[in-house]
């Protein structure tokens, strides 16, 4: 059984901080995906890696996936209280269109 | 922009009973899932669903639980004799790129009396 650890799990900041969430695996993913879930909600994709080392953007939020592919991050410049919500990181062990295991979430609150 | 739907969005029911949960995938996909979450606790995998048959399920995934579907459009998890740890959100999920791009509906909460 694959285990896919988030860290920290519960992030307090202020308006304008920057932070940074980390995703590890012990094994080796074919893609990474990045949610971002609201309460009551479904998870929303943010972004998904694929290539170790790959580095994407999506405005204030930079996703990196490792170079061993067993890890990702993802980075907030500058947070707003609207970057307030649970953030999930999910992967696929096994290639195409194959299961999502889940991590635990990292529950964000940005204040002003 | 496509999305994934589901119905109901809430859904309450006796122990026991039969509950069918219902989706509509996002047209061109191909792969579809469902997936539940127990309130405070991780998204969860059950089963995934390809050309009209399970390619893989969990071990909760049991006798209780059925796939379906029955036409182009929609896709069903039917379960058959609710129990109370049943309770959930579940959600379905659509793919249709190599890069295992899941797109999630919104759910739907599962109370079990």
């Known amino acids: 059984t694959q285990l896919l650890e988030q860290s920290p799990q519960f992030l307090s900041i202020q308006e304008g901080e920057n932070l940074t969430v980390y995703c590890n695996s012990s094994?080796?993913?074919?893609?990474l995906q990045w949610y971002r879930q609201e309460p009551g909600e479904g998870p929303v994709l943010l972004v998904t890696?694929?290539?170790?080392?790959e580095v994407k953007k999506l405005k204030r939020l930079t996703f990196q996936f490792g170079d061993a592919r067993k890890d990702s991050s993802l980075h907030i410049t500058a947070a707003q209280p609207g970057d307030t919500g649970l953030y999930l990181c999910a992967g696929s062990y096994t290639g195409t269109a194959s299961k999502l295991t889940f991590g635990t979430g990292t529950r964000l609150q940005v204040t002003l | 922009e496509p999305e994934v739907t589901q119905t109901p969005s809430h859904q309450v029911t006796q122990m026991g009973q039969e509950v069918i949960l219902r989706c509509v995938p996002i047209s061109n996909h191909l792969y579809f899932y469902w997936y539940r979450q127990i309130l405070g606790q991780k998204v969860e995998f059950l089963v995934s669903f390809y050309n009209n048959e399970i390619s893989e399920k969990s071990e909760i995934f049991d006798d209780q639980f059925s796939v379906e579907r029955p036409d182009g459009s929609n896709f069903t998890l039917k379960i058959r004799s609710t129990k109370l740890e049943d309770s959930a959100m579940y959600f379905c999920?659509?793919?249709?790129?190599?890069?295992?791009?899941?797109?999630f509906g919104p759910g739907t909460r599962l109370t079990v009396l």
């Open positions: 890696v694929v290539t170790g080392g």
């Open positions: 999920a659509s793919v249709s790129s190599s890069y295992n791009e899941q797109f």
């Open positions: 094994s080796v993913f074919s893609s």
